[in-house]
C-alpha cells in the first residue's frame, strides 16, 4: 500500500515525503544498508496561510502537502514520491528536497532546470497559487491574498539515505513513521465533539 506521510519534528516543522511502493528489509543485524544519492534542494514561502492554524487542521495539512507536492513533482518531471517537504512558520515556508528516480530518466540537471525555468517564467508561483487556493477550507486558514514569494535558487547536496520506506522521518534522534490518513484519524478521534 502506499501513503504520503508526515511528521512533526522535534522543533516544530512538519515534514511529508511522497509515497512509496517498495521496501528493503533491515539486514539480520537490524542495520540497513545506505547509499549516497543526490538530492536537490529549493525553499519557498507561501503568504498569507497562517502556519499554526494550518497545522492545526490535519485534513488540509495532508490537502495541501499533497497539492506543493504534485506541483513541484509536476514542475520537474518526477513521481510525487520522489518529493519531500517540510512545512515551517514563517506565513508558510515550504522547503523541498526531489530526489531523481533511480532509474536516471530526471537528472539532477533537469531537475535544476526546470526549477529555475519554472521560478523564471512564473509558471511554479501560479501552479502553487491555484492549488492552494482551489484546496477546499483553506480560507479558514488565510491572513489575506495567497501568493507566493521568496523561490530560493535550486541547490544539489549528497544525502545518505536507507531503504525506501513509507513517510519515515528523523524528529529529535528519533524515527516516527505516520501517514496523513492515520492523523487525520486520530485528530478527528481526539477532538471535542
Known sequence: ASSTGAATTSGGDVAATGSSTTATPASSTGAAAT???QVVEFEMTVESVSYDDLVKATDLLASFIAKMQEVIANAVGVSVADVEIILSAGSVKVASKIQPPASGETTVADITSAL????????????????????????????????????????????SVGPASSGTFRAGGSCVTLSLTMLAAIHRYCSPR
Do not use: F, Y
Open 116 to 159: 529555475s525555468s519554472t521560478k523564471a517564467s512564473g509558471e511554479m508561483q501560479s501552479a502553487v497559487v491555484k492549488e492552494i487556493k482551489d484546496l477546499p477550507d483553506i480560507d479558514s486558514v488565510t491572513t489575506g491574498t495567497i501568493s507566493v514569494s521568496s523561490i530560493s535558487e535550486p541547490i544539489v547536496h549528497h544525502a
Open 35 to 37: 547509499s549516497e544519492v
